[in-house]
């Protein structure tokens, strides 16, 4: 008796973990149309960035990893030319 | 011959009219070696999101070209002899 509705309790999780897996929905790429990131382009780059500044990670942004390593390349660019901040903790 | 982009930072106590032609007279390396300036855009005045060298603001100017790797190095580093210039960025856009 015991093992049977420990049975049943097995199967109840696996379903709402495919229901979770559902759920996820992937983002939409915020980079659609931009073929080339420039480094000047700091409109663009602020949008990967959080308030303090850091780089804002490719999970939260939904773009690709070749697109993450060009967004940070640029980003870097733009910091050291005063264009971005490297940290902005005093907002 | 490659094409190049150029930033320059320069310090924001110099005149804004004689900018654009002290940068023609560095300008003349890339001639001279047989390359050519696409384009020259003055930003102007611009607040730096920190100091470089005690100054908050600088004077941007980006410039396009073409030319051989030497000359963008020559230059590049003629560039950074002068003191009024706060910074340079050398990139190859794609």
Not at chain 1, 29 to 34: A, E, R, T, W
Not at chain 2, 12 to 21: D, G, M, S, W
Not at chain 2, 41 to 51: N, Q, V
């Amino acid at each position: 008796m015991g093992a049977r509705s420990n049975k049943t309790f097995k199967v109840k999780p696996k379903l709402s973990k495919a229901a979770a897996a559902k759920k996820f929905k992937k983002k939409a790429n915020p980079l659609k149309g931009v073929e080339y990131i420039d480094y000047k382009d700091i409109a663009l780059l602020r949008r990967f960035i959080s308030d303090r500044g850091k780089i804002r990670s490719s999970r939260i942004t939904g773009v690709t990893v070749q697109q993450q390593r060009q967004i940070s390349a640029a980003i870097k660019n733009a910091r050291e030319m005063g264009l971005l901040p490297y940290s902005s903790s005093a907002r | 011959m490659r094409r190049y982009e150029l930033m320059v930072i320069l310090d924001p106590e110099l005149e804004e009219r004689t900018v654009a032609p002290s940068l023609e007279t560095y300008l003349k390396i890339i001639k001279e070696s047989g390359g050519k300036v696409d384009k020259l855009d003055i930003w102007g005045k611009r607040r730096m999101t920190f100091e470089m060298k005690k100054k908050s603001e600088g004077i941007y100017a980006v410039i396009d070209m073409h030319c051989e790797p030497a000359a963008i190095k020559e230059l590049d580093r003629q560039l950074n002899l002068n003191e009024a210039v706060l910074r340079t960025k050398v990139v190859r856009p794609e």
